[in-house]
């Protein structure tokens, strides 16, 4: 299907692979993000909770702000954070 003159394939929007859940501590990921996150050598399941992550990748970024992947996981792991554990 194309949106916005983007080729999307709809089977993505509801695929496991795309789904969060808990690895530990707090820490919700979909697969897709693991995959992203070990790519540079980020290992999620050491991490001591949400903002051990975020420094984490923070700290890769700070030495390479071209690694668009990682920027777009940085923003969806905030984003939920945000909305998961902040009190509105």
């Given at each position: 299907?194309?949106?916005?003159g983007?080729?999307?394939?709809?089977?993505?929007?509801?695929?496991?692979?795309?789904?969060?859940?808990?690895?530990?501590?707090?820490?919700?990921?979909?697969?897709?993000?693991?995959e992203?996150?070990?790519?540079?050598?980020?290992?999620?399941?050491?991490?001591?909770?949400?903002?051990?992550?975020?420094?984490?990748?923070?700290?890769?970024?700070?030495?390479?702000?071209?690694?668009?992947?990682?920027?777009?996981?940085?923003?969806?792991?905030?984003?939920?954070?945000?909305?998961?554990?902040?009190?509105?």
């Amino acid at each position: 299907m194309n949106i916005n003159g983007e080729e999307i394939d709809i089977s993505d929007l509801v695929s496991q692979k795309y789904m969060h859940k808990e690895i530990g501590k707090g820490i919700f990921l979909s697969d897709y993000q693991i995959e992203v996150l070990l790519k540079y050598d980020i290992d999620p399941y050491k991490c001591s909770g949400i903002d051990d992550l975020i420094f984490q990748i923070d700290e890769v970024l700070e030495d390479d702000d071209t690694l668009d992947d990682l920027e777009n996981i940085s923003r969806e792991i905030s984003e939920f954070n945000y909305y998961s554990n902040t009190n509105k």
